[in-house]
Each structure stands twice: as structure tokens, then as C-alpha cells.
């Protein structure tokens, strides 16, 4: 079988389905206020920050260079080799720590927090800035297949058996706006043997701009250890 | 016409084309070795020395939250109006700086380098670290398609009109391996009015792990001025 799994979280499916509430249980991690998840999210604003900025200001960017690469040696240098960070990181809740949509650890998540319905759908809100733009002032296309990609995985472990991607269409219906909120949804529609639909989609002020449909095959690959 | 605009740059077309020589010119912007580009480039080991020291380290993560954010912070007073930079940002050279796949700006982008072939084609290589990471030391199959959506827009730029996606298939063959030189290539394959197809895939150690098929329609979103 010629796949490729998505991460999706292994979601506490069956304690944390709620009773009537409108929005359910996070389906991600929460991010902590310190430790490397502070870091992280002021990461993130950096990244913002040097796009926004961009080289005309005359701020002193070979300082920030140099700032910045200092860190980043002192955190190698103290980081455990990368099996065993790989086996960390893959263990218990680890699994909903890294990815780059939804996790607390990668600067490079918008993070999408995404929450489960009552109906077996999933469902987040997100605004985009300048690192997501594609056309101008818009998200890029990629992006969206990206947050989509994902957003459907972890539909299927909300609503069902989930496993790896094995197809994924996008149909991009309109331009996806930065700087305004966009609801991110998806959800499990069949499940035939192996094989599992599950379709989502991406809109901004009630306009769908992006649909996905993806095809997922039950399987996993194996946990480092 | 309800369609999507990839990010792809006014690529040096007619200038550029190559004689004979077996990597075409570069259609992707050059990172400086200073200024916001060496910015950009320390952020992005930082973001994946993030990743692999994760919270065990002992390292004083706080401190390093506020260091980020005194940089942030003083980068987002001096920069421009959000309108005044995307005016700069999709000026001239600008337009190839940004993107969240290839740019020098843009600490989200790998970067991937892509180059022009003779046969029209374009190709990079890159290696993707933990920041890409889907399943077990895998890349996210949304981050194969943001670079496969990028890489089939800067085809279209290199071989002939280019357009906005509206519709992007992705076929997941086999786990994208993270750690490992990627190839990323794109072709335009057909134009019927303005309705353009183009192809590509990504391959691992001269296997192909994901292709990409995308449909194409030639027009544009207004550059902000």
C-alpha cells in the first residue's frame, strides 16, 4: 500500500466527547505560558515581525543575526540527538506537540486550534499574517492545502478509524484572505474496508473559499522508540 | 472564475534561459549573506533548535521567550504600515522574497531553490528538518503539498502563462522522508485558452514519493500599491 500518514493527534476520543456544549473538546495541545512553548510563540511573532519589517527600516537585522544564531547554538548544543528526541517526542501526548499546523513546539503553526462537534466534524478558528501570503494579501494556495491536509487527519480521529493520506484534492473556489478570521473545518464521511473519506474546508465571513477531499488509508507508520 | 493564485515569481524568463548547461538559472530569489535575509536564516535554525531540544533540555527557555520577544517587539515599532509593506513587498524583485516556500524573507520556507531546465521543467532540492515533520520522521504530507503547489506555479512562470490554481490533486505514494535530499520538480503540460495544467512531484533517492496535478487559470490578483 503506497501511502503517507498525516499527523493527527491520538485524540482522548471517547472521555472528552461533550454532552451539549456548541464547541467541543480541544482536539490539539494546549500551549503551555512558558518553557519551550513561550519561546515558540515569540518565534512566531519574530518570524511576523522580520517579514513585516523586511530590510528598509535601518534596524540593525546583522545584530538580530547574530542575537539569534547564538540561541539557536546554545539549544543544539544542549539537545538530545535526534532518535532520541524523535522517541520523545512521539510518546503520549508528544504526538500533538510538533506538527506544523497545530503544534505548541513549531513556530512554523499558525497554531490552528482545533476543537471537535457534536456531529463528528472538527472545527477552528485561525487569522493568517504575511508568513502564510501566497497571491498578494492572500493566503498561499499551499498553505491552505497544508492546514486542510491536516485539519482532515485529525477528523478521522475524532470521527472514526484514521490512517495516512493517501489522495488529496483541493479546489480553490475563491482567494483566501490574510488578516481575517477563517474557519478551517473537516469531517469523516465513509469508511469502506480501508478506505476512508473524509472532506473538509476553509471560509472566511461565511464564504467557502477552499474545499478538500481526501482518501486515507487505515494504516500508521511505526512510533520511533 | 473562482480560482486561487499561487505565489510565483516575475521570473527572468527570456534574460535567463540557459545554453547548455544542465542546471538552468536560478528563478527564485538569491538570500543575501546580510540585512533581513541573515535575520531570516538565523530564525530558522532557531525554529528547529526549538524542535530538537524540546523542554527537557534544562535550558532557560523563558529567557529566551523574552530575548524573542524584546526582537520582536522592537522590529514591529519600526516597520512600516502592513499596507505600505505589501506595496513594497510585490514591487520588483520583491515578489520572489516572501513566499512561505522559497523566499529569503520568510523563515517558514525551507528554502527550496528552484532552477529553470531547458525542457521547461524547474527542479530543487532540499532537505527538511523536524519543522516539516508528519508522521514518524516524515514530512507532513501538507507540507509536500505547499511545495508542490508553489513549485507548479514557478513552472507555469518558467514555461509559458501563468494563472491562479483553482483545482490541485496530490497522490501520496510512498512516506516522504525527512533528513534527506528531496528532488521537487514541476511541468507545464498543457494550456487550452485559459485553462492551464501543470504537473510535478517530489522524489526521494530516485523514487517518487508524491505527485501533484494541478489545474491552472490565467489570470491574477491585483499587486497592492
Redesign the interface.
Known amino acids: 500500500m ?6 493527527a493527534p491520538a485524540a482522548p476520543r471517547q472521555d472528552a466527547r461533550p454532552s451539549a456544549a456548541p464547541a467541543g473538546p480541544r482536539l490539539v495541545a494546549e500551549a503551555r505560558k ?3 512553548d ?6 512566531r ?15 540593525d ?2 545584530a ?6 547564538a ?6 548544543a ?3 540527538t ?1 532518535t532520541d ?2 522517541a ?3 510518546r503520549g501526548e508528544g504526538v500533538t506537540r ?4 497545530t503544534g505548541p ?4 503553526a499558525p497554531p490552528l486550534r482545533l476543537h471537535g462537534n457534536e456531529d463528528r466534524s472538527v472545527e477552528g478558528v485561525v487569522t493568517l499574517d ?9 493566503v ?11 485539519t482532515l ?1 485529525v477528523a478521522n480521529h475524532w470521527g472514526g478509524p484514521s490512517g ?13 484572505p490574510l ?1 481575517e478570521p477563517l474557519t478551517v473545518t473537516g469531517r469523516q464521511v465513509s469508511v469502506d474496508g480501508s478506505r476512508i473519506r473524509t472532506v473538509g474546508e476553509i471560509s472566511a465571513g461565511g464564504r467557502t ?2 474545499t478538500a477531499e481526501g482518501l486515507f488509508i487505515n494504516k ?5 522508540s
Open positions: 503506497n501511502t503517507h500518514e498525516t499527523t512558558e518553557g519551550v513561550a519561546a515558540v510563540a515569540a518565534a511573532r519574530l518570524i511576523t515581525a522580520l517579514l513585516r519589517s523586511g530590510d528598509g527600516t535601518g534596524a537585522l546583522d538580530v543575526a547574530s542575537q539569534l544564531d540561541v539557536a547554538d546554545r539549544l543544539t544542549g539537545a538530545p535526534v528526541r524523535l520523545e517526542m512521539w510538533h506538527d506544523p499546523v513546539e513549531n513556530a512554523l504575511l508568513p502564510y501570503q501566497g497571491p498578494p494579501g492572500h498561499h494556495g499551499g498553505i491552505s492545502a497544508l492546514l486542510l491536509d491536516h487527519g495516512m493520506t493517501a489522495e488529496l484534492t483541493l479546489r480553490y473556489l475563491r482567494p483566501t488578516f473559499c477552499v500508521q507508520l511505526p512510533r520511533p
